[in-house]
């Protein structure tokens, strides 16, 4: 079986083997930047093997030796030229935030983390090793979306996934079966997750594939972040589920993406296709984020805006609330950009309440001394945000007992770092949002009357887009431009206009971008 492999990894692997001076490490440590190759030679050294699995390529290598990996690269008929590389440039950047994230968080060998994060990779190259001409032609979109979207659209399209073709092709080693096995219980074929699933205990077995698992999304969100600046949510999950999953601090977010390009540019240079990084990278740190505008037709939104608008010029405290994906993060965001806003050029952070338990919630927004009781040194949120807007999201998610202490700091303006004894002082404006009304949860003691008396908050609710169906065309138009989709068919449009209508939007945004993600790949392919 001979995985698709990329044309220019392949040339320069050959250099490497044919000159005796380059130690056989040094293959090792570039045979992994060829996702398709990395992939066939570790199953192929499992088949053979008589040991325990072999899990990287640096053990494969050393099991088979030069020769035996020459062997396996002049074994290999499906060379991918330059139309696909933005493929192997998501792969790349995807296995080297793995990495980068993995060095902080310790989860798993080096290798094992690079893997995982390549993996839904290695399923697109399988896919396109049984559809050829076809896949090429949506695989542009399905980089550009998460891993329950390109499952969707393509089970859609083609009847099966990437996520089936792994687990019919990978044989071993184990550790990766079982993060295949957890995708298969996560995702379902109509492009949704199933949340029912418990973390694995520390100690389990499943624990580390659980862990690797969670690995594989950020690492795939980092790389959306990187290649695609314009898709403000891919760095927003990956500051998200970098905080929830591994407890990385928000401030660390931008270092961690830095790094990451660093590496893919040294990555470019080593395989001698700059051009890749300048091309790719450049026109992303070139890129300089507008704002957004939350736009709406409905006449009572219209109102309901124009005070709330108002009272950001007044740069008084805001409270959003409604259902799951109808916006609320999005009019955070346009409400901070907005150019009548005073703290606009001023540091913003979001902070997700739901990610914590009160310590480490505790550490992320007031900070730590260092050396106390063996915790490390770390800049809390109030005071990195100071004179800024920090953006509560879901608020109602932190203890009760921890809203009546944020309800004091935030009346003083003065917080303490764990472990100090002086104040650190700042100046903050909150955004806040919630699926409930925090007024109504107070009523009924589930949320802190001293916390939302401190707050003030003036208050807007969202409507699901069921409800203001009016919006719906000109905030799709929104979504095919940002992630360029191309949908740009008149007659394409008429037809939407059926489902704008009467479709039941349970999930809202979400439901309305699985559509237009499945138009876009759909008109790709028969195009």
């Known amino acids: 079986m001979n995985v698709p492999v990329f044309e220019h990894t392949i040339c320069s692997l050959r250099a490497i083997i044919n000159n005796e001076e380059e130690p ?45 990996v020459e062997n396996h690269i002049l074994k290999q008929d499906y060379f991918l030229d330059e139309k696909n590389l933005l493929l192997w ?9 793995a990495a980068v994230i993995n060095e902080k968080a310790h989860i798993a060998e080096k290798e094992e983390a690079f893997f995982s994060g390549i993996l839904p990779s290695v399923g697109m190259l399988l896919m396109l090793m049984k559809y050829r001409s076809r896949y090429e032609k949506i695989i542009e979109t399905l980089i550009r979306v998460p891993t329950e979207h390109k499952i969707f659209i393509e089970n859609k399209l083609l009847g099966t996934s990437l996520l089936e073709q792994i687990d019919r092709t990978l044989s071993s080693p184990k550790i990766y079966r079982d993060i295949i096995s957890l995708m298969s219980a996560i995702f379902t074929k109509d492009g949704r997750r199933r949340n029912h699933l418990q973390h694995p205990a520390r100690f389990s077995v499943a624990y580390k594939s659980f862990e690797l698992l969670q690995l594989m999304d950020v690492s795939g969100s980092a790389a959306r972040a990187i290649l695609f600046p314009q898709v403000v949510e891919a760095q927003e999950k990956f500051r998200e589920n970098s905080k929830r999953f591994f407890k990385i601090p928000e401030n660390e977010v931008e270092e961690i993406l830095t790094d990451i390009v660093e590496r893919f540019e040294n990555i470019c240079r080593e395989f001698k296709v700059e051009g890749l990084s300048e091309k790719f990278i450049s026109a992303a740190g070139d890129y300089r984020f507008k704002g957004v505008n939350f736009i709406t037709k409905s006449g009572r939104l219209k109102q309901l805006l124009d005070s709330i608008y108002a009272a950001n010029r007044d740069e008084k405290n805001i409270f959003i609330y409604g259902e799951p994906s109808t916006g609320k993060r999005l009019l955070a965001i346009a409400l901070h950009y907005h150019t009548e806003n005073p703290r606009k050029t001023k540091p913003f952070l979001s902070f997700h309440c739901d990610l914590m338990d009160s310590e480490t919630l505790e550490k992320e927004l007031f900070g730590a001394k260092g050396g106390f009781m063996g915790i490390e040194k770390h800049k809390g949120a109030l005071e990195t945000a100071s004179g800024g807007t920090i953006l509560l999201k879901d608020i109602d ?79 799709a138009s929104a979504i095919i431009e940002k992630y360029n989709l191309g949908l740009t068919d008149k007659a394409l449009h008429l037809g939407l206009q059926e489902y704008y209508e009467s479709a039941p939007f349970s999930e809202n945004l979400r439901d309305l971008k699985r559509l237009l993600f499945f138009l876009s790949a759909k008109h790709r392919l028969i195009s």
């Not at 004091?408 to 002086?422: A, L, R």
């Open 397 to 475: 998610k932190i203890p009760l007992t921890l809203q009546d202490r944020l309800a004091e700091i935030f009346c003083k303006s003065e917080s303490y770092k764990i472990g100090d004894i002086y104040p650190v002082y700042f100046d903050i404006r909150f955004l806040i949002t919630s699926q409930k009304n925090i007024f109504e949860e107070s009523k009924e003691g589930r949320f802190s009357e001293r916390l939302l008396r401190v707050l003030k908050p003036v208050s807007i609710y969202i409507p699901p887009l069921r409800e203001r169906r009016e919006d719906i065309e000109f905030i």
């Open 24 to 68: 056989l490490q040094k293959i090792s440590g570039l045979i992994k930047y060829d996702p398709g190759l990395y992939f066939s030679l570790l199953q192929n050294v499992n088949s053979i093997s008589t040991r325990s699995e072999i899990t990287s390529i640096y053990q494969a290598t050393s099991l088979i030796g030069a020769e035996g």
């Open 89 to 97: 440039c998501y792969a790349v950047i995807a296995g080297e935030a």
